[in-house]
């Protein structure tokens, strides 16, 4: 060494001394170098070794605090973005970001950046054919580079390229991130400068990524751990439902067999099935009419209320019921706005059977929909058990009825009995009321009978070709007034008795009445209830005579009359019998037809003039009975059927 340079070399050495770093004490080095270069990089390393050993010390302590960091990041997600900031602060880098296998679109991209200037940084996908990734895939080791667009040790991608530019990124380390030998994704650290990573740097990086690997495939492990505790927990969830509506049903299924063991009508069914679902059941009887319903208070939808006022599509509802008898389920007939129909039908052995209409809002569930089915079931098993029932009651209330009227005396215990039957007292009167119709086939006349006589305590069925109910007189007069309603085309008409307080006087009674309805009959169809007492002379008088006789002696004596225009000979019948019935006294008629006597005064003219008078005892006979039998053949409401108004 040359005596010239040994003050340059104490200044270097005092200067290391004072702890100067090694960027400040680099311009003596380099001044030094040009004549002693050994001296120099000697030195050089001497003023570099405390900022090394300082960063060796710093990026230990770094990989320490990583370590821990990572095992304690159990997100995934969570986890790359900590991989990454740490891995760029060990380094001092400028760019990190960690790439991992797209397995979906065979290519790898960036799952997490950070330091990237540019947006399409965090986007960068690569093949294993280009770029640094093929490269570590193949070795499974780091690679670096302090000029990655000009370095030729791999193949480069156009995209990958001209994203780099763009970044500015010029040095580049990667590491691959392993666990158990596979690789689960690749580290990068990059820097806008040209940078020879040392092989501490490296050496921290790649223990940092070995750690990175142990915790991701932790992190993974823990991911589907959650996944099986929550499908766990999920089928627990079903399970314990499963087991609440395995509960409900065996419930269900308990009160329907309750009910039917009690005998319970089919109110009781319906109401229960209605609150199984929340909602409304109807039942239809073979002729698609609602029978009955009942709706549940939670039900607020709309398809019942247009099942019930008939606007509901009558197609669906034949399909759907034609599909649930071939399949023995329910089947769904409409569905709006959340409210949903379905039909169930009844089992009974026949063609055309009984069904129900089911309303209900949302979706019911599987099991509570096989309970609704099977509560129909029993629903089917009490209506057949009902109907056998009222056969049973049927049978029994016939063969009292026809005890009553066909012997006589009838016997104590049969007149017992009928009181016990009808829950009368021994002095309480009953009445009878002879019932025919016009119209339909018997069938229909009795279905007819039976339901207009439901509910009602009274004695009913068929008793030589007409049906003659017996009961207190409050049930025969309601019994009287629906037979009278039209309905579905079947009018009915017959005879009223007075009150009958013997029952032994019943029989006598009805032969009367029989006998005075097949006179009526012979002369017109009865078309509405009649008191017997209106028309007990006539029917002995024409108990034997020939119909046409006496329709012809009524057309004959009523001809001056009916030549009359229709309202004129209507209000003329009317108020001749009228007035005899009222023995001839103007006053009374004018009373009980509600006009002036001055009216009734000049309508009795008129009839003297077109009917010749009534002086001659017989013609007024004559006369009179015309006008009644004209007046009991009438149709009810019409003109000839009245006798108030004038």
Not at 52 to 75: C, K, N, Q, V, Y
Not at 471 to 498: C, K, N, Y
Not at 611 to 636: C, I, K, Q, Y
Request: aromatic fraction near 4%; charge should be negative.
């Amino acid at each position: 060494m040359e005596r010239d340079s040994l003050p340059l070399v104490s200044r270097i050495v005092a200067e290391m001394v004072e702890g100067q770093q090694a960027s400040a004490v680099q311009p003596l080095l380099d001044q030094l170098g040009t004549d002693h270069a050994d001296l120099a990089e000697d030195l050089g390393r001497l003023a570099r070794a405390p900022e090394e050993t300082a960063l060796a010390e710093r990026g230990l302590t770094l990989l320490i605090e990583t370590a821990h960091d990572l095992s304690s990041t159990l997100s995934l997600k969570e986890l790359l973005g900590k991989i990454v900031s740490r891995a760029r602060n060990l380094a001092g880098a400028h760019v990190a970001w960690l790439t991992m296998l797209d397995e979906d679109e065979g290519l790898f991209r960036n799952y997490a950046t950070e330091g990237n200037l540019s947006p399409g940084t965090a986007e960068m996908k690569a093949d294993i054919l280009h770029g640094v990734v093929g490269h570590i895939m193949q070795t499974k080791s780091f690679f670096t580079t302090a000029d990655y667009l000009n370095d030729t040790g791999f193949r480069h991608s156009e995209a990958l390229d001209e994203q780099f530019r763009r970044e500015n990124i010029s040095s580049l380390a990667g590491f691959p991130i392993l666990s158990e030998g596979r690789v689960m994704g690749l580290l990068f650290v990059a820097d806008r400068y040209s940078r020879k990573y040392s092989g501490r740097e490296i050496s921290v990086i790649g223990s940092f990524a070995q750690h990175a690997g142990v915790a991701m495939n932790n992190a993974r492990s823990f991911a589907r751990l959650s996944e099986a505790l929550d499908t766990a927990e999920q089928a627990r969830g079903s399970l314990q439902r499963h087991i609440a509506e395995v509960e409900d049903s065996a419930h269900s299924h308990d009160e329907m067999m309750s009910l039917l063991a009690r005998g319970a009508d089919l109110q009781s069914f319906m109401q229960r099935m209605a609150s199984l679902v929340s909602g409304a059941i109807f039942y239809l009887d073979p002729g698609f009419q609602i029978r009955d319903e009942v709706a549940d208070s939670r039900y607020s939808g709309t398809l019942g209320e247009a099942l019930r006022d008939g606007k509901m599509d009558h197609a669906a509802l034949l399909s759907a019921i034609a599909r649930s008898r071939r399949s023995g389920r329910s089947e769904l007939m409409a569905e709006r706005d959340g409210d949903r129909a379905l039909v169930l039908s009844l089992h009974g052995g026949l063609p055309r059977g009984d069904s129900l209409v089911i309303c209900h809002q949302g979706d019911i569930g599987r099991i509570p929909l096989r309970n609704l089915e099977r509560s129909a079931v029993a629903l089917s098993i009490a209506k057949l058990w009902a109907e056998k029932r009222q056969a049973d009651q049927l049978i029994a209330a016939s063969t009292l009825l026809r005890h009553l009227v066909l012997v006589s005396p009838p016997d104590a215990s049969t007149l017992e009995a009928v009181r016990d039957r009808l829950d009368m007292g021994a002095q309480e009167p009953v009445q009878m009321l002879l019932v025919t119709f016009s119209g339909p086939d018997r069938e229909a006349q009795t279905d007819h009978v039976r339901t207009a006589a439901g509910r009602l305590s009274l004695l009913v069925d068929l008793v030589d070709d007409a049906y003659l109910a017996v009961g207190p007189l409050p049930e025969i007069a309601q019994l009287a007034e629906r037979l009278q309603r039209q309905d579905r085309g079947v009018t009915a008409g017959g005879l009223l008795s007075p009150p009958v307080t013997a029952l032994e006087d019943c029989a006598a009674t009805w032969r009367e009445m029989s006998g005075a309805l097949r006179v009526m009959q012979r002369i017109a169809p009865l078309t509405r209830v009649i008191d017997h007492a209106e028309i007990g002379l006539f029917g002995r008088l024409f108990e034997q005579a020939d119909p046409e006789r006496i329709r012809d002696l009524v057309a004959r004596r009523l001809a001056p009359i009916r030549a009359r225009d229709p309202k004129g000979r209507a209000q003329l019948a009317r108020t001749l019998l009228c007035y005899f019935d009222c023995q001839h006294n103007m006053a009374r008629t004018a009373d009980s037809l509600s006009v002036h006597v001055n009216t009734v005064r000049q309508r009795l003219d008129t009839l003297r003039h077109v009917t010749g008078g009534w002086d001659d005892p017989t013609t007024f006979l004559e006369l009179h009975v015309a006008l009644r039998l004209d007046h009991l053949s009438a149709a009810p409401g019409t003109d000839r059927g009245r006798r108030g108004s004038g």
